[in-house]
């Protein structure tokens, strides 16, 4: 009786965990990601397009420092191409021979260039607010890339009535500070040229970036699904064997 | 030990007769476990495999992550996205605590259900308890060290309980802290003792082991062994049922780490430690919850914490942190705050109900300990669930388990373990009502 009771709770808790989960999400639209399913992968040329959108729109304020342009390869970017993209910046480099600090093209080696040398810096640049970092955003926000989407799909002119702080947007799913938002609708149809050709409309722009940032912040996730899978399959093969000897000892026992 | 072992090995006798290790070993092997262990006798095993798990992906990580406030997050980073295969230690540590704390609580609650804590296993029992509270605070220091917001804003609420001590609180905090705040002399000696602690707990699981090995393991029927009728060798036995138990176990266990890693996280977590904001919510790890709401049932209107404690001695925060040691430490006095004889719930049918009570009790305070205190639960505020469900806690010792004691009328309990083993049909129907003297 125990056992069957003791598995009863323990499904009795991860439903309330699961439950609890889906609560704190509130009312995110739930999308469906490539990399979602256990055996999932991520789309790399969602990735790429989604880099290409932070590269020419996000870029402008929010850093992304823990990812080196190398990191890069894991989109399916070329090394030519990764190399191409670490050389379209310059950073500062040094001190030379000389003792004086210089400005370089950009090497793979590199750090993602942050806009702003320091929080102050973007503050001041952005009327006050600080655009966070995006390396982590999708594991740092309970829905991950859902989040992602719905924030940039998310703005809307502000219900009737409703006191909009100067310079601020309204945006449905910040919950965090009443669905006033410090950054303005970042995202237009067509403000990025897909080199694939797909049509850059802003629920396509959203879903790529999204999809990048996730992949940002799990970048090992095609890998550990793959490991997964197999280890997976040996235990279920090794635990099948344990149990076969387990009845075989104790045949004489019971 | 009486049969030492003849070995036929030249070089095994040699060794073995200055130090007797290979006669150690056998004695592992040939060591008489009662024929009746069910699975819930497997948790004990998976609680040990969890203990190396965590100190080997531990002594790992810890060779390429780095103690400072400003370097520390970035340096978990950098395993989980330059160190070769640094995801998969990170996960597999990550998820390997919450993991053993799943699998230790199993392991107290069948101790719990089995009376396992009663005499002779009160000292197997304490010492128990003693690793469930290394365990507790390496968890917590360990948590802090990816310097997270969460872990810096649990680090900050969970060192300031010992403001509460009176007089010297805040001396003593600030001595704890290495300054005047959380910050990187907390850090350093966080990962300091985080890596100590769980050679002590090592340590205790010996002695753990050693009491445990002297009276032999309680049996889901309770009684004590009889005769060697009733016992079988732990090897190749119990070992062969441990490993059966270990692959599932790894099953579930590698479900989380390779399909959902962050599962029991907080994602509040992925955010670098940042002294200025403080989460919204702040919330421990899932397995400090319940300690959590006794913490926050007891506070200044709770009637509970003015009878326990009274107003003029110590202030209410002080007695929320007591409550919330008490709760454990409890268990400690359980062996003589039960007084029953029969061990095993499976002969005690009000115990057994008293059991079932408090695990909800325990899963309605982790519930509480989830959510915040100002919250509501269809127009029931939380504050009032976990007052009631830390009321009820405190009752089930305190109260239920001595009365118990002397008004439960048991079931008759069965001659000998074998008795029923052997009456065919494996210990399912453990009701096998026994009339004990009848098959003498």
């Given at each position: 009786m125990m056992r069957k009771i003791g598995l009863l709770g323990a499904v009795v808790v991860l439903l309330a965990m699961g439950g609890n989960a889906v609560a704190a999400e509130g009312e995110l639209p739930r999308q469906e990601w490539?990399?979602?399913?256990?055996f999932g992968t991520y789309d790399e040329a969602a990735l790429q397009r989604g880099f290409l959108v932070y590269k020419d729109v996000c870029s402008a304020c929010h850093s992304?420092?823990?990812?080196?342009?190398?990191?890069?390869?894991?989109?399916?970017?070329?090394e030519d191409q990764i190399k191409a993209v670490a050389a379209s910046v310059q950073v500062p480099d040094g001190p030379n021979d000389e003792g004086e600090m210089f400005e370089r093209a950009g090497l793979q080696?590199?750090?993602?260039?942050?806009?702003?040398?320091n929080e102050q810096a973007a503050r001041a640049a952005n009327n006050g607010a600080y655009p966070p970092d995006l390396s982590l955003m999708a594991k740092a926000r309970p829905g991950g890339p859902d989040y992602i989407y719905a924030i940039l799909t998310g703005?809307?002119?502000?219900?009737?009535g409703f006191q909009l702080n100067e310079g601020m947007s309204y945006n449905?799913?910040?919950?965090?500070?009443?669905?006033?938002?410090?950054?303005?609708?970042p995202l237009s149809d067509g403000a990025v040229t897909y080199a694939d050709g797909t049509e850059a409309t802003v629920p396509q722009m959203a879903r790529d970036v999204a999809a990048f940032l996730a992949w940002a912040a799990e970048p090992n996730l095609n890998e550990r699904h793959q490991i997964g899978v197999g280890v997976m399959l040996f235990l279920i093969v090794l635990t099948a064997c344990l149990y076969a000897v387990y009845r075989k000892v104790w045949a004489d026992v019971h | 030990m009486s049969d030492a072992p003849r070995f036929k090995n030249p070089v095994v006798r040699w060794v073995d007769h200055r130090l007797p290790i290979f006669s150690f070993l056998h004695h592992q092997q040939v060591y008489p476990a009662p024929r009746?262990?069910?699975?819930?006798?497997?948790f004990g095993s998976l609680a040990g495999i969890m203990l190396v798990v965590m100190i080997v992906t531990g002594i790992v990580l810890a060779m390429h992550?780095?103690?400072?406030?400003?370097m520390a997050f970035d340096s978990v980073e950098r395993i989980m996205?330059?160190?070769?295969y640094g995801w998969l230690l990170r996960y597999l540590h990550m998820n390997g605590a919450s993991m053993f704390f799943i699998v230790v609580y199993i392991h107290v609650f069948r101790g719990l259900y089995y009376g396992s804590y009663k005499a002779p296993r009160e000292l197997l029992w304490i010492i128990g308890i003693i690793i469930l509270l290394l365990m507790m605070a390496t968890a917590f220091m360990g948590y802090v060290l990816p310097w997270g917001q969460m872990s810096y804003w649990g680090a900050k609420v969970i060192t300031s309980?010992?403001?509460?001590?009176?007089?010297?609180g805040q001396s003593i905090t600030e001595w704890l802290w290495g300054g005047?705040?959380?910050d990187n002399a907390t850090l350093n000696r966080f990962f300091s003792l985080h890596y100590l602690l769980p050679f002590v707990i090592v340590a205790v699981v010996f002695l753990h082991l050693w009491a445990l090995h002297h009276h032999k393991s309680n049996n889901?029927?309770?009684?004590?062994?009889?005769?060697?009728?009733?016992t079988i060798p732990f090897h190749p036995y119990y070992t062969v049922k441990d490993n059966f138990g270990i692959g599932v176990f790894l099953l579930v266990y590698a479900a989380f780490v390779f399909f959902?890693?962050?599962?029991?996280?907080?994602?509040?977590?992925?955010?670098r430690a940042n002294p200025m904001v403080t989460p919204p919510h702040i919330v421990p790890e899932w397995y400090f919850l319940p300690y959590y709401a006794i913490l926050r049932a007891?506070?200044?209107?709770f009637i509970g914490s003015w009878i326990l404690f009274?107003?003029?001695?110590?202030?209410a925060k002080l007695a929320g942190v007591i409550a919330m040691f008490a709760s454990i430490l409890i268990l400690c006095f359980l062996p003589w705050l039960d007084?029953?004889?029969?061990?095993?719930a499976r002969f005690r049918p009000a115990y057994r109900w008293f059991f079932w009570i408090l695990l909800l009790d325990a899963f309605i305070l982790g519930w509480v300990g989830a959510n915040a205190p100002d919250g509501v639960w269809n127009g029931i505020p939380f504050l009032w669930i976990g007052r009631i469900a830390t009321l009820y806690y405190f009752l089930h010792f305190i109260i239920i388990m001595p009365l118990l004691s002397v008004f439960e009328r048991p079931d008759p309990l069965p001659h000998s373990i074998s008795q029923p083993v052997l009456k065919g049909g494996g210990f399912a129907p453990a009701r096998v009502h026994a009339k004990p003297m009848e098959k003498a």
């Open positions: 490539s990399f979602n399913s256990i992304m420092n823990l990812l080196s342009y190398r990191h890069l390869s894991g989109t399916g970017l070329s080696s590199d750090r993602f260039k942050a806009p702003f040398p703005y809307e002119e502000p219900p009737a449905e799913y910040f919950a965090v500070s009443a669905n006033q938002i410090a950054m303005p609708p | 009746n262990l069910n699975y819930w006798w497997n992550y780095t103690p400072h406030a400003t996205r330059d160190v070769n309980f010992f403001t509460a001590i009176p007089l010297v005047f705040n959380v889901p029927l309770g009684i004590d062994i009889k005769g060697p009728q009733d959902g890693p962050n599962f029991f996280g907080e994602p509040e977590n992925y955010i007891v506070d200044d209107n009274g107003y003029t001695l110590i202030d007084r029953s004889p029969v061990r095993s």
